[in-house]
């Protein structure tokens, strides 16, 4: 089974920090991805990565940043947290495939909350 | 740009029972999939069915099955005889074929009643 796993469920930081959101898959995917969820507005697209080193925008990047130096780990980074930033951040990684193969396989969540 | 639009977001279904959750999106793409995730209260979003648009036929998987209607862009998720485990949000959403990046809707919260 695909295995996804993000380093924290719950974190808590002040306004101002620096925050490292850690997610690591097991599954030799090519594809990572970073989602925020709110209520009422779904799943809205950070960042995803396509390859080790190699990142491209979402809907919202704004105020984030990700690095991908090794092909199993994709970190989130929030260089100065504010309140707007806290939210449920979900991690998912999916195949390089062709035809629809690339289902994507999520981790378990971060709930972030920014004093 | 893709949109995937979830117009009701709650719905409630007695145990035992069948429930459909609706779902319409829009795009310009001929070569697309349509997914259904299910995110159980405090636990992991899984896959629950997926379709591809250049297949007529419905996807189902046990329980789970779905009325993909082409022309209206209108892909429905029917779950037959309702279980309390089935209780969660339900997410839909779309790709592109030559893309990987999800277009999620807003999500519908199930909720089953013994």
């Known amino acids: 089974d695909v295995k996804v796993t993000q380093s924290s469920r719950y974190l808590v930081k002040r306004t101002g920090e620096k925050v490292f959101l850690e997610c690591v898959q097991d599954m030799d995917h090519e594809n990572m991805f970073w989602y925020r969820q709110d209520p009422g507005l779904g799943l809205r697209l950070i960042y995803f990565s396509y390859d080790v080193k190699m990142k491209e925008k979402g809907d919202i990047p704004e105020g984030y940043s990700v690095s991908r130096e090794k092909k199993e780990r994709f970190s989130l980074i929030l260089e100065s947290a504010s309140t707007n930033q806290t939210s449920m951040y979900l991690c998912?990684?999916?195949?390089?495939?062709?035809?629809?193969?690339?289902?994507?396989?999520f981790g378990p969540g971060t709930r972030l909350t920014v004093l | 740009a893709q949109t995937v639009t979830q117009s009701q977001p709650e719905m409630s279904v007695q145990e035992a029972e069948t429930v459909t959750l609706s779902c319409t999106y829009d795009?310009?793409?001929?070569?697309?999939?349509l997914f259904w995730y299910k995110q159980p209260p405090s636990r992991q979003m899984i896959l629950v069915i997926r379709q591809e648009a250049y297949k007529q036929q419905n996807a189902t998987e046990n329980r789970f099955s779905v009325n993909f209607q082409k022309a209206a862009k209108s892909f429905s998720l029917k779950i037959s005889d309702s279980q309390l485990g089935d209780a969660a949000m339900y997410f839909c959403a779309h790709k592109t074929g030559a893309n990987s990046k999800l277009t999620f809707g807003k999500g519908i919260t199930l909720s089953v009643r013994p």
């Open positions: 795009t310009s793409e001929s070569d697309y999939y």
């Open positions: 998912a990684s999916s195949p390089r495939g062709t035809r629809g193969t690339d289902t994507q396989y």
